[in-house]
């Protein structure tokens, strides 16, 4: 494609003498081509140029099918700003925080570098605390982040309250946006603590985890656009993996939970048996264990005796 070749040839993306006007037969997908030769994904291409030029899928579709000679002409400033993308995430920066958000439960979440980025293979704790809940309900969620898991869970019953805790107040910033972009502000409160230790003393129906959880080993051998974006406090759980679990347990977390409450929380690969043992240990009987979508160990859910 001549565009290609141009951009190849120039290799400066922010100055390239683009002529829009004079280049009118190529459509909006030759954007995406040029993309998607830099990042070998189809899929991240689509999603940097939908949202460089402020298309919805729909908008983007009848563009990139059209037929019609009279094609979509980007600004200059909508060029650049897809070619700036197309180059950080070609620098392996993960594209949730390029974009700025995540789907998850079927919703948009912001994200940041302050915060884990959500993955699917967490919804699994979702479905299980739906399972588990009644209406009236309190839900505490330890480590909450973006807050996706503990508002995923309140969007499905109106009826129910959460309080969301983590260490780290940027990240409860992130957690406070999406309550308010999600219209569930009102039902949710958010607390800075490391774990349970500034969690006043309350009894909660489901308590839900996803703490960090990677062992030096595995830390060490993470992908680069994890392990170099997303926050190592978030991720590392330390030598063993078993870190936060540990803390958790001795932080009194049986003495949050009402009488036959549920604690449910996401694990590692190969972390099933001893964080089972570790918990069976403390009043807490493990009454399912479940795996994602890929097969591997994801989720233990515990009922307090």
Not at 14 to 41: A, F, P
Not at 52 to 77: C, F, G
Not at 95 to 105: A, R, S, T
């Amino acid at each position: 494609m001549l565009l290609r070749r141009t951009f190849w040839k120039n290799h400066r993306y922010n100055n390239c003498q683009m002529r829009w006007n004079s280049v009118h037969k190529h459509k909006l997908c030759d954007l995406e081509d040029y993309g998607y030769t830099i990042l070998r994904s189809r899929v991240d291409s689509k999603l940097l140029l939908m949202n460089a030029m402020e298309l919805n899928r729909e908008s983007y579709l009848r563009y990139t099918t059209s037929k019609n000679i009279s094609v979509y002409q980007p600004t200059n400033d909508q060029v650049n700003r897809y070619y700036s993308m197309v180059q950080r995430r070609k620098s392996k920066e993960p594209i949730q925080y390029i974009l700025g958000q995540v789907e998850f439960w079927s919703m948009n979440f912001k994200v940041n570098t302050h915060t884990l980025i959500p993955r699917s293979s967490s919804e699994v704790i979702v479905e299980q605390s739906l399972n588990h809940i009644s209406n009236n309900d309190k839900i505490l969620d330890l480590g909450t982040g973006t807050g996706c898991l503990l508002l995923s869970i309140l969007s499905e019953n109106t009826t129910c309250t959460g309080v969301g805790v983590d260490i780290s107040p940027n990240a409860l910033n992130v957690a406070r946006q999406n309550a308010s972009n999600l219209n569930i502000i009102d039902r949710v409160k958010f607390i800075e603590s490391n774990w349970l230790k500034n969690v006043q003393a309350e009894k909660y129906n489901v308590i839900v985890s996803n703490p960090p959880y990677i062992s030096k080993v595995d830390y060490d051998n993470l992908p680069v656009d994890i392990k170099d974006n997303e926050p190592h406090s978030a991720l590392y759980g330390g030598f063993t993996g078993l870190e936060a679990y540990q803390n958790i347990l001795n932080g009194g977390v049986c003495d949050y939970l009402k009488p036959g409450g549920y604690l449910i929380l996401e694990i590692g690969y190969d972390q099933r048996i001893a964080v089972t043992e570790m918990y069976e240990s403390e009043h807490l009987k493990c009454v399912n264990q479940l795996q994602d979508d890929e097969g591997i160990d994801r989720c233990l859910v515990f009922k307090y005796q």
